[in-house]
């Protein structure tokens, strides 16, 4: 089945530029979503791309997509200590109901 | 507002007790999910319901157990038989195929 990866932690400083990196399996992969969690709370999406897509921006959020990689990044400029979270990966194929989820990236940032 | 509300947020229960945690919203979404989450483990699926009536075990469905008898409602119940129940509890629900999951905020489940 799909696996999704992400490394555990990325610690910033306040200001600067996070990237948070993906990768997953399955190239069949339709959908690919980016989840913030705060503590004690529930995921909230931040943002998604299609896999006919190579980049997304969103304000601060870049989301970029390598297909031939399988590689999907989360970039998020001028870092607020606000961004402190785990952030999750997810990525659905077409046909499918159930998201693969990595296991989270815990930003910390620190001023 | 629509959204997916979890109740209650925190629950405290004796060991071989089962618990029922609920899920309800207001989306008018088809499939509804449950996951469990542990410290470093990311989201484990316990149950998800494509439809009313109907639902398929994920991949921890042990111990638990489910129902779907209206589309707002996905209750979950943790059974004595599930050997740690103690985790934070997250319920989902989206369209349905290759759609976006949306997520309630949880609840934290301590058995003790």
């Known amino acids: 089945g799909e696996d999704v990866e992400q490394s555990l932690f990325l610690s910033v400083r306040e200001g600067d530029s996070s990237v948070i990196n993906c990768t997953y399996t399955?190239?069949?992969?339709?959908?690919l979503y980016w989840y913030k969690q705060e503590p004690g709370a529930g995921l909230q999406l931040l943002t998604y791309?299609?896999?006919?897509?190579d980049m997304k921006q969103d304000q601060r959020l870049t989301v970029l997509l390598n297909k031939k990689d399988k590689h999907l990044s989360l970039r998020i400029a001028d870092t607020q200590t606000g961004d402190s979270a785990i952030y999750f990966c997810?990525?659905?194929?077409?046909?499918?109901?159930?998201?693969?989820f990595g296991r989270g990236t815990s930003l910390i940032v620190h001023p | 507002d629509g959204g997916i509300t979890q109740s209650p947020k925190y629950l405290f229960r004796k060991e071989g007790q089962n618990v029922t945690l609920s899920c309800e919203q207001n989306?008018?979404?088809?499939?509804m999910y449950w996951y469990r989450q542990d410290p470093g483990q990311g989201l484990r699926l316990i149950y998800y319901?494509?439809?009313?009536?109907?639902?398929q075990k994920g991949d921890i469905a042990e111990g638990y157990s489910v129902s779907r008898e209206k589309k707002e409602s996905f209750p979950l119940t943790v059974t004595s038989a599930q050997k740690n129940p103690t985790a934070f509890y997250l319920c989902?629900?989206?369209?349905?195929?290759?759609?976006?999951?949306?997520f309630g905020q949880g609840t934290r489940l301590t058995v003790v």
């Open positions: 989902a629900s989206s369209t349905g195929q290759g759609t976006v999951a949306f």
């Open positions: 399955d190239s069949s992969s339709t959908y």
């Open positions: 791309i299609f896999s006919n897509m």
């Open positions: 997810a990525v659905l194929s077409g046909g499918s109901y159930i998201p693969t």
């Open positions: 989306l008018n979404h088809d499939a």
């Open positions: 319901s494509q439809i009313v009536n109907d639902f």
